[in-house]
């Protein structure tokens, strides 16, 4: 199963790479059900490699001008908040096992699975849905931003998803960014999040295995190099769509596991 990791790890980069999103949102299934990782450990490891990827992408978008520094900074400073309050305060402080109903118990780990799909199956409809419309005003609402933002964090802190379906909307409506720019933004926002949340959990000691990460990164970089290069050829757009419908069946197979198998 874990040869099947790492090939699986291909298509967080390449996701990444053809549609400049979407990536993340496997890493958790990856680590937990082709290497047997624990899932409130997987939030973290999926912060480094969702942090990596995301810095990649930045880059990139860098170099073509989409990157608008202060809609990320008042979004990313109140993630930032919310991201440490969760994974430092409150994640810690919640029991293995959070309630029993019957024989069955109900555990942090089962939890974790149940909002994860949840969150595949809310970031597999935006992707179904038809593509935004460009944003032409030219006013910022700071504070909604800021708003979404500590919201995102929360979401970010507690799964160790990037949350890129909400950031993305939020700029286009509230920073009223075009969707290049928003997308470039997105990347600094989640790669500012995921490298906060992670060095958090770096220094409350957090078991990390350094060698295992850096190789997964590694296959989600070759991906990206690979969906970069084939983004040229293939409109990303029309693929976005089709890997919406495939997020959303591992969705609903993440529930149907945690529920009855």
């Known amino acids: 199963m874990e040869y099947i990791g790492y090939l699986a790890s291909i298509i967080i980069g390449l996701s990444l790479g053809l549609i400049g999103g979407g990536g993340s949102i496997l890493t958790i299934p990856i680590l937990v059900y082709l290497f047997k990782i624990n899932p409130e450990l997987a939030t973290s490891y999926s912060l480094f490699i969702v942090g990596l990827s995301s810095l990649f992408g930045c880059f990139s978008h860098y170099r073509m001008g989409h990157l608008k520094i202060k809609a990320a900074l008042y979004f990313a400073v109140p993630s930032v908040v919310s991201i440490l309050i969760i994974r430092e305060v409150i994640f810690p402080k ?32 935006s992707m179904i849905r038809k593509n935004l419309p460009e944003i032409t005003a030219t006013t910022t609402n700071y504070s909604q931003l800021s708003f979404i933002g500590f919201i995102v964090g929360i979401i970010t802190g507690f799964l160790g998803a990037g949350g890129g379906f909400l950031i993305i909307p939020a700029l286009l409506f509230f920073a009223n960014l075009p969707m290049k720019q928003a997308v470039g933004t997105s990347l600094l926002i989640i790669f500012i999040n995921s490298a906060i949340g992670f060095a958090g959990d770096v220094y409350i000691g957090t078991p990390i295995n350094y060698a295992f990460l850096l190789t997964i990164a ?39 596991k945690e529920l009855f198998f």
């Not at 118990?105 to 809310?122: A, E, H, R």
């Not at 293939?234 to 997020?247: V, Y």
Request: glycine share 8%.
């Open 218 to 256: 590694a296959m989600a970089f070759i991906g990206i190099l690979i969906g970069t290069r084939l983004s040229k050829k293939i409109d990303g757009t029309k693929l976005k769509p089709l890997f919406g419908w495939f997020i959303l069946v591992m969705g609903i197979y993440i529930i149907s």
């Open 94 to 125: 919640i029991a293995s096992t959070l309630f029993s109903i019957a024989s069955y118990q109900v555990s942090k780990d089962f939890l974790i699975m149940i909002v994860f799909s949840v969150l595949m199956i809310l970031a597999a409809v």
